[in-house]
C-alpha cells in the first residue's frame, strides 16, 4: 500500500460505458478508473482500474505513475495507444480523461 501522507495528494475517479459487441463487455459494462495525483507537482502517484484480470490494471498502473496531468491528457493518450492494445482502449482513455477533468475542475 502506498503512502499518501507526505504529500498534498487527491484521489479522483473517472468512469466510462465499454462498447457493446466487445468481449470485454460481457464481463462489465463499465470501466472504472481512480488517480491518485500530487497535486504540487500534478503527476499521477498511484491509480487503479476496475478489471477483472489484475495484470491489465497492473500493466496500465505502471504506464501512468509519474505521468504529469498539468497539460491534459497528451502524454497518457499517447502511451496508452501505443502499448495498451486491448479491447475497450477507448473506453479506459475515456475513464481516464474524465478523472483528470474532475480533478482540473476541483484544482482551480
Same mark, same amino acid.
Given at each position: #500500500?502506498?503512502?499518501?501522507?507526505?504529500?498534498?495528494?487527491?484521489?479522483?475517479?473517472?468512469?466510462?460505458? @465499454?462498447?457493446?459487441?466487445?468481449?470485454?463487455?460481457?464481463?462489465?459494462?463499465? @470501466?472504472?478508473?481512480?488517480? @491518485?495525483?500530487?497535486?504540487?507537482?500534478?503527476?499521477?502517484?498511484?491509480?487503479?482500474?476496475?478489471?477483472?484480470?489484475?495484470?491489465?490494471?497492473?500493466?496500465?498502473?505502471?504506464?501512468?505513475?509519474?505521468?504529469?496531468?498539468?497539460?491534459?491528457?497528451?502524454? @497518457?493518450?499517447?502511451?496508452?495507444?501505443?502499448?495498451?492494445?486491448?479491447?475497450?482502449?477507448?473506453?479506459?482513455?475515456?475513464?481516464?480523461?474524465?478523472?483528470?477533468?474532475?480533478?482540473?475542475?476541483?484544482? #482551480?
Amino acid at each position: #500500500m502506498a503512502d499518501h501522507a507526505g504529500k498534498k495528494t487527491v484521489l479522483t475517479a473517472g468512469f466510462a460505458q @465499454i462498447p457493446k459487441g466487445t468481449s470485454l463487455y460481457e464481463v462489465s459494462t463499465m @470501466i472504472g478508473c481512480v488517480l @491518485i495525483i500530487d497535486m504540487d507537482h500534478d503527476v499521477i502517484c498511484d491509480a487503479s482500474f476496475t478489471f477483472v484480470m489484475d495484470k491489465t490494471s497492473e500493466f496500465l498502473v505502471a504506464l501512468l505513475i509519474g505521468k504529469s496531468v498539468a497539460g491534459g491528457m497528451q502524454e @497518457i493518450t499517447q502511451v496508452v495507444q501505443e502499448r495498451f492494445l486491448a479491447p475497450g482502449q477507448g473506453a479506459v482513455l475515456q475513464a481516464i480523461r474524465a478523472a483528470v477533468e474532475r480533478y482540473h475542475e476541483k484544482k #482551480m
